[in-house]
T-cell receptor, first 113, second 114 residues
Framework: DQQVKQNSPSLSVQEGRISILNCDYT??????FLWYKKYPAEGPTFLIS?????DKNEDGRFTVFLNKSAKHLSLHIVPSQPGDSAVYFC????????????FGQGTRLTINP | NAGVTQTPKFQVLKTGQSMTLQCAQD?????MSWYRQDPGMGLRLIHY???????DQGEVPNGYNVSRSTTEDFPLRLLSAAPSQTSVYFC?????????????FGDGTRLSIL
């Protein structure tokens, strides 16, 4: 039973436009949601997070939105740049669960010039 | 500024062999974890530790063993390798257990079991 799901394996976006990556979860005990970015042959790197008590968190070009009632979150990247091409993982944790992240399957984002 | 260092980067084993994947961090983090990444399945938690001498099982612990004798090191042992353990293994660490503390990942060990 997959607790965190990213239903789009891939997404292609034109440079300068908005990229929207989606994530759904089933476990109501999750308190934090994190997005990681992964390049080939490297480990995931932290991008942005959001607490379950918030509905939006922004950091530069990256914004994460949380709809707790729908158990859905999304990552917006505006404007998209070629260096944003990577695999993006959505992850979730309970309040004291930083060491026990639950990951989605990942979405491969390709930014086209 | 090494962060989390994993060795080796690549390894090929035969079925039944044992080996240890090494993980070391230089950030004095108490919390460390091992994940495996398989195609189309994201990362899944194998074992984790909340400090030296304290370990616990994650989602997919069978066939793996861990110990944590120092804060810096968290090795993962494959007891008797099986083809199903072919995967990319990631070690991670964080400064606290609070869920908003991001984990820092190593670059992974790509393991093939023949």
């Amino acid at each position: 039973d997959q607790q965190v799901k990213q239903n789009s394996p891939s997404l292609s976006v034109q440079e300068g436009r908005i990229s929207i990556l989606n994530c759904d979860y089933t476990n109501s005990m999750f308190d934090y949601f994190l997005w990681y970015k992964k390049y080939p042959a490297e480990g995931p790197t932290f991008l942005i997070s959001i607490s379950s008590i918030k509905d939006k968190n922004e950091d530069g070009r990256f914004t994460v939105f949380l709809n707790k009632s729908a158990k859905h979150l999304s990552l917006h990247i505006v404007p998209s740049q070629p260096g944003d091409s990577a695999v993006y993982f959505c992850a979730a944790s309970e309040i004291q669960g930083a060491q026990k992240l639950v990951f989605g399957q990942g979405t491969r984002l390709t930014i086209n010039p | 500024n090494a962060g989390v260092t994993q060795t080796p980067k690549f390894q090929v084993l035969k079925t039944g062999q044992s080996m240890t994947l090494q993980c070391a961090q230089d950030m004095n983090h108490e919390y460390m974890s091992w994940y495996r990444q398989d195609p189309g399945m994201g990362l899944r938690l194998i074992h984790y530790s909340v400090g030296a001498g304290i370990t616990d099982q994650g989602e997919v612990p069978n066939g793996y063993n861990v110990s944590r004798s120092t804060t810096e090191d968290f090795p993962l042992r494959l007891l008797s390798a099986a083809p199903s353990q072919t995967s990319v293994y990631f070690c991670a660490s964080s400064s606290s257990g609070w869920g908003d503390q991001p984990q820092h990942f190593g670059d992974g060990t790509r393991l093939s079991i023949l």
